[in-house]
């Protein structure tokens, strides 16, 4: 034998046995089963999707944030590497000159400094990309890695897998700037700050080597920043290539110094550094 409990509407309950339960109980009891209602149901939907707008900006952020933090590690490793580096050469830092007379953006190098900092000084190739940059994230595989950065010194630019270079190799394409200064081959001095001639052997640029004045207070590297108006004083607002961005807005840009310490800026404290005789703003 069964029974059913039913509250009343004067908070009283009665006991009946299934079977003797009146007909009219047997409904309220029904009725009271019931899930939700549709009314119910599209105001739960409507929490549900609420929450979501408040939450998905967060995780955006949460996530963009992570790979800055990534990108700051990759950056220790830097100045690990640049230390032993300075360690092995008489306290220069590393930096090459350019074999060409084009290359004269703080991203451009002598190819070799992609091969030393590689093979013998433990960067990876994942390490010349910046993770939290859409226009430099690592392709996903060392062979297109290396292509990217070695591009303009491949013998065959146009084989997707050749990694072969020319006989006449001179340039390198980094994924951020190293501002640490070097020439190219019709002598003039990369990178020179802002304003300055850049046949003049920069002074007051990033630390040549680990006893300069500045090793400590002048970044060697920087995730880099570009602007491309022509014939303005540039201005935080024209960047329009490279740092960190977050939900639309330029945000940040880590740096090494030749101490090995990395700092973040956040966008008011990033100031111009150089212009290219192609008219680049660096930042």
Same mark, same amino acid.
């Given at each position: 034998? +069964?029974?059913?409990?039913?509250?009343?509407?004067?908070?009283?309950?009665?006991?009946?046995?299934? %079977?003797?339960? =009146?007909?009219?109980?047997?409904?309220?009891?029904?009725?009271? #089963?019931?899930?939700?209602?549709?009314?119910?149901?599209?105001? /739960?939907?409507?929490?549900? @999707?609420?929450?979501?707008?408040?939450?998905? $900006?967060?995780?955006?952020? /949460?996530?963009?944030?992570?790979? &800055?933090?990534?990108?700051?590690?990759?950056? !220790?490793?830097?100045?690990?590497? @640049?230390?032993?580096?300075?360690?092995?050469?008489?306290?220069?830092?590393?930096?090459?000159?350019?074999?060409?007379?084009?290359?004269?953006?703080?991203?451009?190098?002598?190819?070799?400094?992609?091969?030393?900092?590689?093979?013998?000084?433990?960067?990876?190739?994942?390490?010349?990309?910046?993770? @939290?940059?859409?226009?430099?994230?690592?392709?996903? #595989?060392?062979?297109?890695?290396?292509?990217?950065?070695?591009?303009?010194?491949? @013998?065959?630019?146009?084989?997707?897998?050749?990694?072969?270079?020319? =006989?006449?190799?001179?340039?390198?394409?980094?994924?951020? +700037?190293?501002?640490?200064?070097?020439?190219?081959?019709?002598?003039?001095?990369? $990178? &020179?700050?802002?304003?300055?001639?850049?046949?003049?052997?920069?002074?007051?640029?990033?630390?040549?080597?680990?006893?300069?004045?500045?090793? %400590?207070?002048? =970044?060697?590297?920087? *995730?880099?920043?570009?602007?491309?108006?022509?014939?303005?004083?540039?201005?935080?607002? *024209?960047?329009?290539?490279?740092?960190?961005?977050?939900?639309?807005?330029?945000?940040? &840009?880590?740096?090494?110094?030749?101490?090995?310490?990395? #700092?973040? !800026?956040?966008?008011?404290?990033?100031?111009?550094?150089?212009?290219?005789?192609? +008219? !680049?703003?660096?930042?």
């Amino acid at each position: 034998m +069964s029974i059913e409990v039913i509250y009343t509407d004067n908070n009283t309950c009665e006991v009946w046995k299934t %079977g003797d339960m =009146p007909a009219r109980k047997m409904l309220k009891k029904r009725a009271s #089963d019931k899930g939700f209602t549709l009314i119910e149901l599209l105001v /739960v939907i409507a929490i549900i @999707a609420l929450l979501l707008s408040v939450l998905l $900006p967060a995780l955006s952020t /949460v996530k963009q944030r992570a790979k &800055v933090a990534v990108c700051k590690a990759h950056f !220790h490793q830097w100045g690990l590497s @640049a230390r032993l580096y300075a360690g092995d050469n008489d306290g220069w830092y590393p930096s090459h000159n350019i074999n060409a007379t084009t290359g004269e953006n703080t991203w451009d190098i002598g190819y070799k400094f992609v091969l030393e900092m590689h093979d013998n000084y433990d960067i990876p190739y994942k390490m010349f990309f910046c993770p @939290a940059q859409e226009q430099s994230k690592y392709p996903g #595989d060392d062979i297109s890695a290396f292509r990217r950065l070695m591009w303009y010194s491949l @013998a065959d630019q146009n084989d997707p897998y050749s990694t072969e270079l020319s =006989p006449s190799a001179a340039l390198a394409t980094l994924r951020f +700037s190293w501002w640490i200064p070097r020439k190219t081959s019709n002598n003039h001095w990369i $990178p &020179v700050e802002f304003g300055d001639d850049s046949t003049i052997e920069p002074r007051n640029g990033a630390p040549r080597r680990d006893i300069d004045d500045g090793h %400590g207070t002048k =970044p060697i590297m920087t *995730d880099f920043c570009m602007s491309d108006i022509l014939g303005t004083t540039p201005k935080l607002d *024209d960047i329009d290539y490279g740092g960190h961005w977050l939900r639309g807005k330029f945000d940040s &840009v880590n740096l090494l110094y030749g101490d090995g310490h990395v #700092d973040i !800026h956040r966008e008011n404290h990033i100031q111009p550094r150089f212009t290219s005789r192609q +008219s !680049h703003h660096w930042w």
